[in-house]
């Protein structure tokens, strides 16, 4: 990639690696990155006062990827992982090279994992997501023997971003919307929104015990850490604790993130720049 920036030069300063989601579905992969990628300092955003990006279209999901990116290079990253499906499948390709830094995507590493391990599969996820196709595309491309079934869980995102994993009505949502699933007889499930690896004490009870499961998070990451090897990016120092930032409530996120982190984390509140072209106008 030629941006016009010396990525060499770079790792001679320590630089954090941005990730972003609307919520706290980020969470699921910043795990990841703690579990791989020890050394690298984090940077998290999560657009929470606009999520659920799911019931967004494709130009706002755009306009929003954009600013976050504008955002996060003023921070001085030196790579952005999108920690959300969404905008992976929506916006990666038309902002690949107008950063001066890498920029990370799910779909492809995960059609990778699942193309890998299954013939069946399942993809849960957003609407956005879904009516994309991207996963379909990206696993036949792969394979075109696999047979592909994605289907849109919109009423997940209220459910782990109000905090209603444990509700009953959680579980009587997920059996509806795995069903079809259950009927296609999948062999693999792939978590399609990063919100939804919050929810497997929810799922794997209602799926057969042989079933397959695919975090596109795993094979992200270890994409991420072979491309700071390749451009010397890589921290050889300790990282420093997750910097979080949020669009909407500082203290909403802290409340919310502290069941997954074991920790409470430090939040701040960002506006995010306005860049020209907006599509609300
Ligand atoms: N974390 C989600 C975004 C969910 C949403 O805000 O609808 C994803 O990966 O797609």
New binding site residues.
């Given amino acids: 990639m030629n941006n016009g920036l010396d990525h060499r030069l770079l790792a001679t300063r320590p630089a954090p690696i941005g990730i972003f ?6 969470l699921t992969v910043l795990r990841e990155i703690y579990r791989q990628l020890p050394n690298e300092s984090v940077l998290y955003f999560g ?1 929470t006062a ?7 279209s494709p130009e706002e999901i755009l306009y929003f990827v954009r600013q976050i990116l504008t955002w996060m290079a003023e921070q001085g990253v030196k790579m952005v992982i ?8 929506l916006a990666l390709d038309p902002v690949q090279g107008e950063f001066p830094f890498p920029v990370l995507g ?1 779909i492809r590493p995960g059609a990778q994992a699942a193309a890998l391990q299954g013939r069946r599969i399942g993809v849960i ?5 879904v009516t994309s196709r991207a996963y379909t595309h990206a696993i036949q491309e792969i394979n075109p023997t696999c047979q592909v079934w994605e289907v849109g869980c ?1 009423n ?2 209220p459910i782990v ?1 109000q905090n209603q994993i444990k509700d009953v009505q959680a579980q009587r949502v997920a059996a509806t919307y795995l069903q079809p699933l259950i009927a296609a007889n999948i062999d693999t499930l792939v978590y ?5 690896p919050h929810l497997a004490p929810v799922l794997k009870p209602i799926l057969p015990a042989t079933m397959q499961y695919v975090d596109p998070a795993i094979s992200m990451v270890a994409a991420a850490a072979k491309e700071l090897d390749a451009l010397g990016l890589r921290s050889s120092t300790p990282a420093w604790s997750t910097e979080f930032y949020v669009s909407g409530s500082a203290p909403e996120f802290k409340r919310l993130a502290v069941q997954w982190l074991g920790h409470q984390p430090t939040v701040r509140q960002v506006r995010l720049p306005e860049l020209v072209a907006n599509p609300k106008g």
């Fill in positions: 989601d609307s919520g706290v579905g980020g657009d606009r999520l659920p990006y799911g019931s967004r999108m920690a959300c499906n969404t905008s992976s499948a799910l996820a957003t609407q956005a997501t919109p997940f995102v971003e399609g929104c990063t919100h939804y």
